[in-house]
Nanobody, 125 residues
Framework: QAQWVESGGGLVQTGGSLRFACAAS????????LAWFRQAPGKERGYLTA????????YYADAVKGRFTITRDNANNTVNLQMNSLKPEDTAVYYC??????????????????WGKGIQVTVSS
């Protein structure tokens, strides 16, 4: 059974930085692409970024490109999200996710197998 232990998140001022980590267990971590999504109040869950199984390919949504960085550590079964230059519109619950869907990372949202519980981020103006 897949489990995630999430850390990081919290409250930050506009322009600040935050870093999250999700540590996984219960599935073959290095066989899955990993991603981060977020959901703001009253909005649908949005796809932000992903990294391939070996970490040699990444995807970033336009809204976070150049500000957010996804990394993975297959030795420790961890996926990280570094967020810089945060804006109030980044306020949301952030979810880590894993997918063994093959193909371009743009299609990852169509095949998420495991979801984290969510991490709250609030960016104050």
């Amino acid at each position: 059974q897949a489990q995630w232990v999430e850390s990081g998140g919290g409250l930050v001022q506009t322009g600040g930085s935050l870093r999250f980590a999700c540590a996984a267990s219960g599935f073959p971590f290095d066989m899955y692409s990993l991603a981060w999504f977020r959901q703001a109040p009253g909005k649908e869950r949005g796809y932000l970024t992903a990294t391939s199984r070996r970490g040699d390919d990444t995807y970033y949504a336009d809204a976070v490109k150049g500000r957010f960085t996804i990394t993975r550590d297959n030795a420790n079964n961890t996926v990280n999200l570094q967020m810089n230059s945060l804006k109030p519109e980044d306020t949301a619950v952030y979810y880590c996710a894993a997918s063994n869907l093959l193909g371009p990372l743009t299609y990852l949202p169509y095949g998420v197998d495991f979801w984290g519980k969510g991490i709250q981020v609030t960016v104050s103006s």
